[in-house]
């Protein structure tokens, strides 16, 4: 049984908006930081926007700060990633990670910005 599950991803043009959806499990999302990492094509995968562990506080990639937002129900235990004036290096996998870079990963969703 999947741990994390994204939905949301999708084709968008340049300046449009997606929002990405990732509901876990009540024992994941209550007790790990929670958040979207990101991994384009030929590149290393980031960080882009992430909740502390307890739900206190956010980080935010430079690059998109600003632009995205990421916020959390913690009565359905998902995360959402709201984007907005996507630009075309947005495009990426989008995956959604608990406990940081040796933890949980979803499968991923593709993002892809057009010109």
């Known amino acids: 049984q999947a741990q994390l599950v994204e939905s949301g991803g999708g084709l968008v043009q340049a300046g449009g908006s997606l929002r990405l959806s990732c509901v876990a499990s009540r024992s994941i999302f209550s007790s790990n930081s929670i958040g979207w990492y990101r991994q384009a094509p030929g590149k290393q995968r980031e960080l882009v926007a992430v909740?502390?562990?307890?739900?206190?506080?956010?980080n935010y990639a430079d690059s998109v700060k600003g632009r995205f937002t990421i916020s959390r129900d913690n009565a359905k235990n998902t995360v959402y990633l709201q984007m907005n004036s996507l630009k075309v290096e947005d495009t990426a996998v989008y995956y959604c990670?608990?406990?940081?870079?040796?933890?949980?990963w979803g499968q991923g969703t593709q993002v892809t910005v057009s010109s």
């Open positions: 909740w502390g562990s307890g739900g206190r506080s956010t």
């Open positions: 990670n608990a406990g940081g870079w040796t933890g949980i």
